[in-house]
């Protein structure tokens, strides 16, 4: 008959019966008496353990909260995910000791999530306690990995010398392990957070780092957003016309690997070099384009800029017409051109006038028959109206509809979209 351990251990515990001929003998099992000969005390306990983690299964229900979190964590339903915590947090803390890798992915998609919907104290709650098991069980690729994602969320709160310590900490990390893709990861990081503090020399150089591990490892889509990073630096710096070309280097990298995600963001920041040039003809193309690529991907937060974005582009054509020409400036379009990118601002306009959380930046001055070239502003009152007509008819808004005439330069600094920080 086979006796697994567990039974051996209870067989062992049992009162052995003996003639009295027998000489007494000490009863241990197996672990006690290899531990007891190579003089290793704890190695009993560490063996119990493993057969415990070995021995243990998920039950079924928590298997199919697991399936559903897999679920939502592939489709970036991150709503869902978090919607999911409290049982989440249950299966975490009912397997944290048989099976301590399982425990650690969940707490370490609830902090993506939270990380995504931009409450950013969750997302540190949850990549802390990541962070313990990784360093309980010795998995230093995943403390790495913690490190990398406590740094981002730092960083989103503006904390950019924990931030930067953090990468630092996955960096080292990355460097002891070999994990050449990690270490990628946390040159990006460490890059993106030097460029928020205004060290654009440190931000490129770590950029530059981060595009040659990419190139050396052939991670495409990686060297894509290296090349996207560095636009977004030299973007900051003023180099417009630099940036576009690493901009247009990530869009066709983007598009080759079918990274669509990518591929909007390149969109976005091609828009926003194009108009600080004043090229607002193709700025409007690329935020229009960026728009489609967000409402295909359900990602309202980046349709929103995008449809804002093309506003304010919009809004400097026709400063433009009423001042004009200017040098190094694209013709101002025409009155029927870009319509869909006009109809996507009201409309998105409306939306936020008529009850979301997110600040109204801008107004639409002009409805679509509104010609661009003569009299751009003299049909604002027959906006305002039709505004407050389409919000109170969703019941939502009191009418108190604010006309940004003409955006001045806070308007045209859009949100660079492209620096999201590099997923670990």
């Not at 010609?371 to 007509?389: E, V």
């Not at 919000?391 to 999201?420: E, F, I, M, P, Q």
Request: with cysteine.
């Amino acid at each position: 008959m086979v006796i697994d351990n567990t039974d051996r251990h209870s067989l062992a515990q049992m009162p052995h019966r003996r003639s009295p001929s027998q000489t007494r003998t000490l009863s241990l099992c197996c672990c006690q008496i290899k531990a007891w000969k190579a003089g290793h005390k704890g190695d009993c306990v560490a063996a119990a353990r493993a057969d415990t983690r070995t021995a243990a299964k998920p039950t079924a229900g928590q298997m199919r909260v697991l399936e559903i979190l897999k679920q939502l964590y592939g489709a970036a339903d991150w709503r869902g995910v978090a919607a999911q915590e409290r049982v989440a947090r249950a299966v975490a803390a009912a397997v944290r000791t048989s099976m301590p890798s399982i425990a650690s992915g969940v707490y370490s998609i609830l902090g993506i999530a939270y990380y995504s919907l931009g409450d950013f104290s969750k997302a540190i709650d949850h990549h802390g306690l990541d962070l313990a098991i990784a360093k309980e069980v010795g998995d230093r690729a995943g403390e790495g990995k913690a490190y990398g994602n406590l740094g981002n969320a730092y960083q989103s709160q503006g904390d950019y010398a924990k931030a930067i310590e953090y990468h630092t900490l996955h960096l080292a990390i990355a460097k002891e392990v070999g994990d050449r893709a990690g270490e990628g990861r946390a040159y990006a990081n460490l890059g993106i957070a030097y460029d928020a503090q205004g060290d654009f020399n440190k931000a490129i150089e770590y950029h530059t780092m981060d595009l040659a591990i990419a190139k050396e490892v052939g991670d495409r889509a990686g060297e894509g957003t290296a090349y996207g990073n560095l636009g977004i630096v030299y973007q900051s710096q003023g180099d417009f016309s630099k940036a576009i070309e690493y901009h247009g280097k990530h869009l066709a990298i983007a598009k080759e690997v079918g990274d669509r995600a990518g591929e909007g963001r390149a969109y976005g920041n091609l828009g926003t070099g194009h108009m600080h040039l004043n090229e607002c003809v193709k700025a409007v193309a690329y935020f229009e384009a960026q728009h489609v690529m967000a409402t295909s991907l359900k990602l309202a937060y980046v349709q929103s800029e995008a449809a804002l974005n093309m506003g304010v582009a919009l809004t400097r054509h026709v400063r433009a017409a009423r001042q004009g020409p200017v040098a190094g400036a694209d013709q101002a379009p025409g009155p029927h051109s870009h319509s869909s990118a006009r109809r996507a601002w009201m409309i998105e306009c409306a939306r936020r006038q008529s009850g979301s959380r997110l600040p109204l930046m801008v107004v639409v001055v002009h409805l679509q028959n509104c010609t661009w070239r003569t009299s751009p502003f003299l049909r604002a009152k027959r906006t305002r109206r039709w505004l407050i007509s389409k919000s109170t008819s969703r019941g939502a808004c009191n009418g108190d509809v604010t006309l940004a005439v003409g955006v001045g330069r806070r308007g045209a600094r859009t949100r660079r979209c492209s620096r999201a920080a590099a997923a670990v």
